[in-house]
Nanobody
Framework: VQLQASGGGLVQPGGSLRVSCAAS????????LGWFRQAPGKEREFVAA????????VYAPSVKERFTIGRDSSKNTVYLQMNSLKPEDTAVYYC??????????????????WGQGTLVTVSS
């Protein structure tokens, strides 16, 4: 399975941006998918995930109500819609995938496949 992230860029505080991740080698509908981010000098942190069996979605408290994770089976992609962006959202965003579901979905070590990352900068 290969993942290719895209859609990062510069956005002003309060703005919106959508990052996407195209999958090849397997259909996204049969995998649990997630987004993590890593700011300079910080560890990679969980952002959001969607479960493969029932499409249940989970979010980090810092992004809940602002970010939405989704799966587009027609394009075989997973996306992260980010609204009301804040400077502290600035980071490289990574998409990830795995078969099955881990109760420790917030731990990057429980994911197998990773995209290359796309930079999101929130600044005026």
């Amino acid at each position: 399975v290969q993942l290719q992230a895209s859609g990062g860029g510069l956005v002003q505080p309060g703005g919106s941006l959508r990052v996407s991740c195209a999958a090849s080698g397997h259909t996204v509908s049969g995998m649990s998918l997630g987004w993590f981010r890593q700011a300079p000098g910080k560890e990679r942190e969980f952002v959001a995930a969607v479960r493969e069996s029932n499409s249940a979605k989970v979010y980090a408290p810092s992004v809940k109500e602002r970010f939405t994770i989704g799966r587009d089976s027609s394009k075989n992609t997973v996306y992260l819609q980010m609204n009301s962006l804040k400077p502290e959202d600035t980071a490289v965003y990574y998409c990830t995938a795995r078969f099955g579901w881990s109760v420790a979905y917030y731990n990057p070590e429980n994911y197998v496949y990773w995209g290359q990352g796309t930079l999101v900068t929130v600044s005026s």
